[in-house]
């Protein structure tokens, strides 16, 4: 039994390091993807991990799953296709700190994932199952990700999600919200950033926003607000979770982190979502705050994520 898989994109993010001597820009590879983030933190943290998703017969690809597997993750559920190129992303910081992303995936590997291709023994075997939106964006992987949930649902996963939403991957924000939206049907836990919030309920305010989503039926919903925290809102109630002040060096998969610690929480005590007591879900969301804060204070996603050694001293 997998305690924790996670379907999506494993990809290469390029962040933007300075200029050189001949003045052009420099990019820093970096292995990435939400999905695979989140495998990893929760990996590192001490839990059996597994990750389905597809990459390119590329030296990306080899190099993505190498980083995965020296994380704990168990790649066997990961295709390698020699037909397409393993997905790229260019991340660039402005000076207020925005994020502005530029990806080669047109197809990207991640998007050509096909059902037949699933390891349905992996998806049948997980304590939580998680997926984000990116594999929503294009087919086939869209139905493979749907047909994985359903599955897994069925043989009585906790379906976790994150929506990640990266506007420039979707034809229109309506596209986006209905596709995004469509899963809400599976979902058992759900994690937003405050960025997302008026995109995908209409409501900025993280209270409002959460009250929405919990009407669609899922019990847990989580809104991460960088800095501010985590608001959390369960079936038994809602509570702000602060964070601490720490110094920044690189926020990417800042997100992934702190979800990363929250399914670690809920793997390890094997309390479901729908069943998770306020008082609890605060502990959860400061633990996971912890494993975010580590993160951001390291360059890169993956190699920023923290042991637990370190989260608890």
Known sequence: MFDVTCIGEALIDFSFLGISDNNMELFERSPGGAPANVACAVSKLGLKTAFIGKVGADMHGEFLISVLRECGVDTSGMVIDPSVFTTLAFVKVSENGERSFSFARKPGADTQLEIHELNMYIITNSYIFHMGSLSLTDEPARSATIYAAQKAKAAHSIIAYDPNYRESL?????????????????????????????????????????????????????????????????????????GNHVDVVDTTGAGDAFWGGFLYQIAQTKVHPKNLPLDMAKMFAGFAIRVAEISIGRRGAIHAMPYLSEVQL
């Open 170 to 242: 979707w034809e229109s924000p309506e596209e986006a919200r209905r596709q995004i939206r469509s899963v809400f049907p599976y979902v058992d836990a759900i994690k937003i950033s405050d960025e997302e919030t008026a995109l995908l309920t209409g409501y900025e305010d993280p209270e409002r926003a959460s009250l929405e989503i919990m009407s669609q039926g899922i019990p847990l919903v989580i809104v991460t607000m960088g800095a501010k925290g985590a608001f959390i809102r369960t079936e038994s109630g809602s509570a702000l979770i602060r």
